[in-house]
């Protein structure tokens, strides 16, 4: 049995109001350098809502644009005017502030997050009109409170703020009055994960076109942890998010691997359903607000806006072979291996042409690539170049070394195999899944035929091992389901033909 | 520069003397590696880590640059470095890096 992909969505959240309290770049910054220029100047460089939606790389990441639309378009994209106005897509949506509180209170099952009733009132009949958002969201949605309670919290109870345009409008409580785990900032870190995975895996299911009770196993693959000081990343995101989106029939568990963690969900989501293990599964992941503005600083010193100024989620979801979909082939895998070393090149030959060997492929029997596909607008003026390009570049320079490509080739490799890259720089959410709808799509109007994605992970940012890691996985255009073959007997055919012709005789007669 | 790093950096310096050290770097473009060479040498551009106001004036060098290369077992160097020498702006770098030595090196001839 072969696992399909059925579908893909994909939500960002424009959060400008957390860069400044929760994105770790400006927390840091308030904690070393109270003062300093870079926090006075923040503010004014902080992109509205619309401006965030009319962004070229956003509007692809919702669908509204290809990646080979958008490099048509000459970077920096924050230069160009984008057309582009609409906050949703084929693919999902872009979710302004204000929507966004509410659905993390809706999320908050213990009752952690407070709202002031005045802004709920106000902003509630805008969360009720999202074209994903239920009756059983918004049942969950309270009145609110005084903002005398909110400030209360705050300032004497170690509450986390929550601000909309700079106002005090609501607060996350801790959990606990001890535990560093359930502390006010780590209960907002993880409501807004749990959230904006909740606008993905709704739009995932419904471009899927299946019922929420068809899911029957979800797999959330943050960079967040969930956790008491018993256990600290004991988890569990994927059901808790499963609960808020109504998929009954579903239980799910956590993968972690940093930025490599998807490629490693979707291979395990595809190999439950390739054994049969469970029908359908989601791979699905929120957000990351302690990334918010993390190049900020560069972004201010080079008078740009703040770029990083929403969360992104993804979700994708896996079925059964239906005979269209495309399948996640489970014998060209690639994996970083503890004996593999950390060369680029070690690196490469790992997850990119081991598998291929395997298969007796070439590098150019794979159509596309699909890296690293960080917004290059990002990290450019933060000294970070363009790890999208930058990625096809070394898988070509890894095939001209072994001999498998002339070095001239290199160019129009990079520019017919690759794509550039359009995901915000949330860790996890630009490691190759945000392909996965636009391939989906390629492969089905045959555009093209297959499309290796790679997921690769820094594990040393954890400090317990040097090494490096990575997977990849091919999604290839479905054969079609062959005719079932129907034993027909020699007898049978003799006494179908018979039977024609006895109807034929009796047709002349009668005439 | 990760704040880890700088630390490292710190401690190596206090513990074998700042004219005993070399910094290699392995970045993959000019600005970062310029960035990361100041940050060894002038102290942190970004105002945040241990080395914030501390100008180690190390001797620091980008592996892809031809002075480092000539140290090194061409076999070792083309199977560990070769493929990203192929990829990386190398003039590049080197360019931003002599600029950095020019202006912070404490410990070069």
Same mark, same amino acid.
């Given at each position: ?72 378009? $000459?970077? $920096? ?14 693919? /999902? ?89 359930? %502390? ?36 959330? =693959?943050?960079?967040?942890? =969930? ?17 808020? +989106?109504?998929?009954?029939?579903? %239980? ?6 940093? =930025? ?10 595809? %190999? ?17 607000? +302690? ?27 896996? /079925? ?39 298969? /007796? ?14 917004? %290059? ?135 | ?11 190596? *310096? ?7 050290? !070399?910094?290699?770097?392995? *970045? ?7 960035? *990361?060479?100041?940050?060894? @040498?002038?102290?942190?551009? @970004?105002?945040?880590?241990?080395? @914030? ?5 190390? @001797? ?15 076999? !070792? ?16 770098? *080197? ?15």
């Amino acid at each position: 049995m072969n696992a399909v992909i059925k579908g893909a969505g994909y939500a960002l959240v424009h959060t400008p109001d957390m860069v400044i309290h929760n994105g770790t770049t400006q927390t840091t910054e308030r904690i070393v350098n109270p003062e300093s220029e870079y926090l006075k100047a923040l503010p004014d460089h902080l992109r509205t809502f619309e401006q965030a939606v009319a962004y070229y790389p956003n509007q692809t990441y919702i669908g509204n644009l290809t990646p080979d639309e958008l490099g048509a378009i $000459p970077a $920096p994209w924050n230069e160009q005017e984008c057309p582009l106005t609409s906050r949703y897509g084929k693919f /999902g949506q872009i979710m302004p502030q204000e929507e966004f509180l509410l659905l993390m209170q809706a999320c908050d099952v213990f009752d952690l997050v407070i709202l002031d009733a005045a802004f709920v009132a106000e902003h509630k009949a805008a969360l009720a009109a999202n074209e994903i958002i239920d009756d059983s969201i918004m049942a969950r949605i309270k009145d609110g409170v005084a903002p005398a309670e909110i400030e209360k919290a705050v300032n004497e109870e170690h509450a986390e703020g929550l601000y909309h345009n700079n106002k005090l409008v609501g607060a996350v409580k801790r959990a606990h009055d001890i535990d560093t785990n359930l %502390s006010a900032h780590v209960m907002h870190e993880n409501l807004a994960s749990k959230a904006s995975n909740v606008v993905a895996i709704l739009h995932a299911i419904k471009n899927a076109g299946i019922a929420k009770e068809d899911v029957e196993y979800v797999i959330d =693959c943050a960079e967040e942890a =969930c956790g008491d000081m018993n256990q600290r990343g004991g988890g569990n995101f994927a059901k808790s998010v499963a609960e808020i +989106a109504g998929l009954v029939n579903a %239980s799910g568990s956590d993968i972690r691997g940093f =930025c490599a963690a998807p490629a490693h969900t979707m291979i395990s989501a595809a %190999s439950l359903v390739a054994a049969g293990s469970y029908k359908t599964v989601i791979v699905t992941s929120g957000g990351c607000t +302690a990334k918010l503005g993390m190049n900020g600083k560069d972004h201010v010193k080079k008078g740009l806006p703040i770029l990083e100024d929403v969360l992104g989620g993804f979700a994708v979801v896996l /079925g059964q072979d239906d005979g269209v979909n495309p399948i996640v082939n489970l014998n060209i895998l690639g994996r970083h291996k503890v004996g593999s070393g950390s060369g680029p090149q070690q690196v490469t030959e790992a997850l990119v042409f081991d598998a291929l060997d395997r298969n /007796g492929m070439k590098v150019t029997d794979i159509d596309k690539f699909a890296g690293e596909l960080h917004n %290059s607008d990002v990290l450019k003026p933060a000294g970070g170049g363009d790890p999208a390009e930058g990625f096809f570049k070394v898988v070509a320079a890894a095939a001209i070394k072994r001999g498998d490509m002339e070095k001239a080739a290199m160019k129009t490799f990079v520019k017919e195999h690759g794509m550039v890259g359009w995901a915000p720089t949330q860790g996890h959410i630009p490691s190759g899944v945000p392909c996965l709808g636009f391939v989906r799509e390629d492969i089905l109007s045959g555009k093209i035929k297959n499309a290796m994605v790679v997921g690769k992970g820094s594990l040393f940012l954890g400090r317990m091992t040097n090494l490096f890691d990575g997977v990849s996985f091919v999604v290839e255009a479905n054969p079609g389901k062959k005719e079932e073959e129907k034993g027909v007997s020699e007898e049978e055919v003799k006494s179908l033909i018979a039977k024609a012709l006895k109807d034929f005789a009796a047709g002349l007669l009668a005439e | 520069m990760d704040l880890e790093n700088q630390r490292r950096v710190k401690e190596f *310096a206090e513990q074998y003397g700042p004219e005993n050290v !070399v910094v290699l770097l392995g *970045a993959a473009e000019g600005e970062a590696s310029g960035l *990361a060479a100041e940050t060894v @040498t002038a102290g942190d551009p @970004t105002y945040a880590g241990p080395l @914030t106001g501390v100008s180690l004036g190390l @001797t620091v060098y980008h592996v892809c640059e031809e002075e480092v290369k000539a140290e090194f077992d061409p076999a !070792v160097y083309d199977e560990q470095v070769g493929m990203m020498e192929m990829v990386l702006d190398v003039d590049d770098i *080197a360019s931003e890096m002599q600029s950095i030595r020019d202006e912070y090196c404490k410990y070069l001839g």
